[in-house]
């Protein structure tokens, strides 16, 4: 069946640089997509979601691009810090259900 | 935002017993859902939570093994039966509202069985 999946499965970065996670998804229907943090031992925590009408979205320190010709979805963090170290999920959804379907997760670790 | 409570937040059981998860949320949500993260992998729907009526379940999961009630808007509960050491995982409940797309997760239940 259809899938979102990512391509990297673990990232190191650097304190202070940018970090870019990315997502493919393959379900033309899903119209809503969002990022999720994961620390160790809690719930996924909702981080920014953006509409497939739209290709660009900003929060406070993350940015989420949308590709909707090559079905690539990204999460940058400006300046990472080591609270950003985690498990990043991207989750997709199609319809009024708000049902979601996550992809495999990237683990995010921010070296001092 | 929603805040969700979930208990217990761990535990551990034995072969063959079964754990019901309750799962409360501060505010009226029309969605209600349950998921399973197996240690090391991402999130796998189990289910939607139908308030007053039957769960409507994904495919691999059925009522006799996990049974799901919603009584009401706030509230929901998850039973594992008959539980094997393949049922060890965190079980987490999730609420958003219809049309706004987004979804809050509780805390984890985390299921050990021996």
């Known amino acids: 069946g259809e899938s979102v999946g990512l391509h990297l499965p673990t990232l190191s970065v650097q304190e202070g640089d940018n970090s870019i996670i990315n997502c493919a998804y393959s379900n033309s229907a899903s119209d809503y997509f969002i990022w999720y943090k994961q620390e160790s031992g809690k719930g996924p925590q909702f981080i920014i979601d953006i509409r497939s009408n739209m290709d660009k979205r900003q929060g406070q320190r993350v940015t989420v691009l949308l590709n909707k010709t090559v079905k690539h979805l990204s999460l940058q963090i400006a300046a990472t810090q080591p609270g950003d170290s985690a498990v990043y999920f991207c989750a997709e959804n199609w319809g009024a259900n708000s049902k979601l379907t996550f992809g495999k997760g990237i683990t995010l670790s921010v070296r001092p | 935002s929603a805040v969700i409570s979930q208990k217990p937040s761990r535990d551990i059981c034995q072969r063959g017993t079964s754990l019901t998860i309750q799962c409360q949320v501060d505010?009226?949500?029309?969605?209600m859902f349950w998921y399973r993260q197996q240690p090391g992998q991402s999130l796998t729907l189990i289910a939607t939570?139908?308030?007053?009526?039957?769960?409507?379940?994904e495919s691999g999961f059925v009522i006799d093994k996990f049974p799901i009630s919603r009584p009401n808007l706030t509230f929901s509960t998850l039973t594992v039966s008959n539980m094997s050491p393949e049922d060890s995982s965190i079980y987490l409940c999730?609420?958003?509202?219809?049309?706004?797309?987004?979804?809050?997760f509780g805390e984890g239940s985390r299921l050990t069985v021996l």
């Open positions: 999730s609420a958003g509202t219809t049309g706004t797309g987004e979804l809050f």
């Open positions: 505010s009226q949500v029309t969605m």
């Open positions: 939570a139908n308030q007053g009526s039957e769960a409507t379940y």
